[in-house]
């Protein structure tokens, strides 16, 4: 029983792209809260929410790959 290493890289290319999402994406949000008389404050903060998502999406999806890879399913 061996580990899939093509999977596994799969699966750190995905954390890989997660990481600057997890810090872009709260640096947006607090950036709106902070901007609150801009009137871009809506759309920045649904920018940084939707990072967030990306990211902890991606930090699903590489931790499943790298799960799959480990137990070969």
Do not use: R
């Amino acid at each position: 029983m061996g580990t899939n290493k093509e999977l596994l890289a799969k699966g750190v290319k995905y954390i890989a792209g997660a990481l600057p999402l997890l810090f872009i994406g709260p640096s947006l949000i607090y950036n709106a809260f902070i901007n609150k008389e801009n009137l871009w404050h809506y759309l920045i903060l649904a920018i940084g929410i939707a990072t967030c998502g990306a990211a902890v999406y991606l930090l699903f999806q590489g931790l499943n790959t790298i799960m799959k890879s480990l137990f070969n399913d």
